[in-house]
């Protein structure tokens, strides 16, 4: 059997990490300034995170959630003081796409509505709600295309509120900042007027922070830099630092019903423990201020940097929009300078590296980036 080839690889096998460091399988040393999708939140092997996860695997590695699970409740406990949601409730699943599936079910069963409006460049993934919310008909089979599902362009009110007007609208899901569209970020008064219509139209504020949550962009979700507070908060990615979870952060006034949110393996013994894992790290070593300190220090470096058509972002979540005469610079930072980065598109770098980055790793990146766009 053969793997079913949807991807494009570099021939390159990672077989070692250590913070943002990676080995190669023949001994070279790269840079991970990308965390693999931004994933890698407490940097590759963190000997607490180790630690917690092999002591776990030694007591019990699995069990359903038929029976009790303590660690899901301090989970919960731990990820609602941190994220600043304490009065919320918590539903575990396995991915980014499974939260967000789960967020519009909720909302659905909430409203009793079936419509859901996102915006231009969206990406909630790649199951079937998640990607029928998407703005890529690429990636959408026709069994995933619907008419339930309403695009408008980000940061346009009125474009938002002719749609909720009609009624007929379970939810509005945006990202904290849009990633896989290139890092483009809702205005501060963008959100507060979201949160306005929804409450005038009944509709369900979902904020994704898949991406660019868990101290990220230097708080701890991004939608709090503007003070807005959303009804349902889904998250993943950096959550595990590697370890496959993800979270839906519910509002008190959404009640549960039995049966109605359903999953095997998520919430398990192992995923919980990841969380909690990069939760102590997180708060222990004051990662979300590095990720703004080292942010801040990154923006300063590439202002008017000549390379660049525009600079995006905040903290550790960026997007770096080339000139033309630049495309291809992220190939040769890579096979050149050995530093891995993201895409969005041939235009767009993306940088999404471990909280963890340190400041000389900042400058080396910063002096490589220079060297080659002499």
């Keep these: 059997m053969n793997l079913f080839e949807v991807y494009k690889l570099w021939d ?17 040393e790269y840079t991970d300034l990308y965390g693999g999708h931004a994933v890698i939140s407490v940097g590759h092997c963190h000997p607490h995170y180790v630690k917690m996860l092999s002591e776990q695997l030694g007591r ?4 359903s959630n038929a029976v009790q699970n303590s660690l899901q409740r301090d989970l919960a406990a731990r990820l609602g003081k941190v994220g600043g949601y304490d009065d919320y ?4 699943c396995n991915s980014g796409a499974e939260a967000n599936e789960n967020a519009l079910k909720v909302a659905s069963f909430h409203t009793g509505k079936g419509k859901v409006l996102a915006f231009r460049k969206a990406f909630h993934g790649r199951t079937s709600g998640a990607v029928a919310a998407t703005d890529n008909p690429k990636i959408q089979s026709q069994f995933n295309s619907t008419p339930n599902v309403v695009f408008a362009p980000l940061n346009d009110l009125e474009a938002v509120s002719a749609e909720l007007s009609k009624g007929d609208f379970a939810a509005v899901i945006i990202e904290g900042i849009q990633g896989v569209a290139g890092i483009y970020e809702p205005t501060s008064e963008f959100l507060h007027g979201l949160r306005t219509l929804c409450d005038r139209h009944g509709c369900v504020l979902i904020i994704d922070e898949i991406q660019s949550g868990y101290g990220r962009t230097g708080r701890f979700f991004a939608h709090q830099h503007s003070g807005v507070r959303a009804d349902i908060i889904t998250t993943a990615k950096g959550m595990g630092n590697g370890f496959p979870i993800g979270g839906v952060l519910i509002s008190p006034a959404i009640k549960p ?5 359903g999953t095997t393996f998520g919430g398990n013994h192992l995923a919980c423990t990841a969380a909690l894992a990069v ?15 080292i942010g801040e220090y990154f923006r300063m470096a590439f202002a008017e940097d000549k390379a660049l058509k525009e600079y995006r972002g905040k903290g550790l979540m960026i997007g770096m929009e080339l000139k033309d005469e630049y495309i291809g610079l992220r190939d040769r930072l890579l ?3 050995h530093f891995f980065t993201g895409a969005a598109g041939a235009q767009v770098i993306r940088l999404l590296p471990s909280l963890t980055v340190s400041q000389e790793t900042a ?11 002499l």
């Excluded at 409730?89 to 575990?92: A, D, G, I, K, P």
């Design 12 to 28: 390159i096998e990672p077989v070692r990490g250590l913070d943002t460091t990676l080995w190669d399988k023949d001994g070279a």
């Design 60 to 63: 019990l590695g699995f069990y």
């Design 89 to 92: 409730s918590l539903f575990l």
């Design 257 to 261: 019903v039995y049966g109605m949110l």
């Design 279 to 293: 939760l102590d790290i997180i708060e222990n070593e004051h990662l979300v201020e590095n990720a703004a300190r």
């Design 335 to 337: 096979f050149e300078k």
């Design 363 to 373: 400058e080396r990146f910063v002096s490589a980036w220079k060297e080659l766009t």
